[in-house]
């Protein structure tokens, strides 16, 4: 069946634009991630969505994050204003109750 | 959140079996211990998950301490294929974030 789909796979842009990340979820999956990936480093938690729950947001690493989860199913990570620093690849995961986590591929984000 | 330490890195030949560790001496009673791997451009991949007792599946074997501070990864025989980084991470079945370290870097060599 299909997995969890990212779009777009690449993207760059210039400092200080505006950039949307798209994630579908696994059909009937509940439960929605989003993580960030450094050159070299883990996964860095950014944003969790669990079903019509208010999304636990503490990861963001500032208010330019921001992440909605329309109809309980896509979400789309936005991040206003790039940096430089912003540049990784955005990882989106999905997942139902009790089992583990099915990740895409990704988003990989290049600041100019 | 209780945390996991893994080696940086390990090396393995290949067709002979890899024991990769990880330390979690803060783990709760309640906390499952899993293990993702990642190919280069690929998001991560589950690969298993264990309670308390020790677990096989298609692609390896967990072995879980008797106290649950540590646990070791087992891949019977490894191939090319199976170079990656592998995660070990602790994960509440309130299915709260989960967070992962830079895990193991595991190389293959023929």
């Known amino acids: 069946g299909a997995g969890v789909s990212q779009s777009p796979s690449n993207k760059v842009t210039e400092k200080g634009k505006d950039v949307e990340l798209r994630c579908d979820p696994i059909?009937?999956?509940?439960?929605l991630y989003w993580y960030r990936q450094s050159l070299g480093q883990g996964l860095e938690f950014l944003i969790y969505?669990?079903?019509?729950?208010?999304?636990?947001k503490s990861g963001l690493p500032s208010d330019r994050f921001s992440a909605e989860r329309t109809g309980g199913s896509v979400s789309t990570l936005t991040i206003q204003r790039t940096q430089q620093e912003d540049s990784a690849v955005y990882l989106c995961a999905s997942r139902r109750q009790g089992e583990p986590q099915h990740f895409g591929d990704g988003t990989r984000l290049s600041i100019l | 959140d209780a945390k996991t330490t893994q080696p940086n890195s390990m090396e393995s030949n290949e067709e002979e079996p890899v024991h990769l560790p990880c330390n979690h001496s803060?783990?709760?009673?309640?906390?499952?211990i899993h293990w993702y791997r990642q190919l280069p451009s690929q998001g991560p991949e589950y690969v298993i998950h264990?309670?308390?007792s020790n677990v096989n599946n298609r692609m390896a074997s967990l072995a879980i301490a008797e106290d649950r501070k540590s646990s070791t990864l087992i891949l019977h025989r490894a191939t090319l294929r199976d170079a990656a980084v592998y995660y070990c991470?602790?994960?509440?079945?309130?299915?709260?974030?989960?967070?992962f370290g830079k895990g193991t870097s595991l190389l293959v060599t023929p």
């Open positions: 059909s009937g999956h509940t439960a």
């Open positions: 803060t783990i709760s009673g309640t906390d499952y």
């Open positions: 969505f669990q079903g019509n729950s208010a999304p636990d």
């Open positions: 991470i602790l994960y509440s079945n309130s299915g709260y974030a989960l967070n």
């Open positions: 264990g309670l308390t």
